[in-house]
């Protein structure tokens, strides 16, 4: 079973920049789907950013695309989420998630409950 531990959240103006990470211990991060849900006050989870492990197929919300990368470096075992252009919008709890590969259909990627992995939650804060 994947454990993941997040890091790199915090305060940024308007217009900056900040990098998730989320570092997966126990098995290798190889044979996972990965993702990055937001959560924001009042709000339901969403689906931000997501990469298929057999074809590295990416997915973006329209709203960060062109803002956001989504990556993973297999030596670190670690997924990574870079944002820029950051809005006050973007504010939220971001968290990564991971499935076996295969198990959820990339249409059905945007159902937070069908994601068996979780890490912890990063605060990110976008002031205006």
């Known amino acids: 079973q994947v454990q993941l531990v997040e890091s790199g959240g915090g305060l940024v103006q308007a217009g900056g920049s900040l990098r998730l990470s989320c570092a997966a211990s126990?098995?290798?991060?190889?044979?996972?789907?990965r993702g990055w849900f937001r959560q924001a006050p009042g709000k339901e989870r969403e689906l931000v950013a997501s990469?298929?492990?057999?074809?590295?197929?990416?997915y973006y919300i329209d709203s960060v695309k062109g803002r956001f990368t989504i990556s993973w470096n297999n030596a670190k075992n670690t997924l990574f989420l870079q944002m820029n252009s950051l809005q006050p919008e973007d504010t939220a709890v971001y968290y990564c998630?991971?499935?076996?590969?295969?198990?959820?259909?990339?249409?059905?990627?945007?159902?937070?409950?069908?994601?068996?992995?979780w890490g912890q939650g990063s605060q990110v804060t976008v002031s205006s």
């Open positions: 126990g098995p290798t991060f190889s044979g996972y789907d």
């Open positions: 998630a991971a499935v076996e590969a295969g198990q959820i259909s990339r249409a059905s990627m945007n159902r937070p409950a069908l994601w068996p992995y």
């Open positions: 990469i298929v492990w057999s074809d590295g197929f990416t």
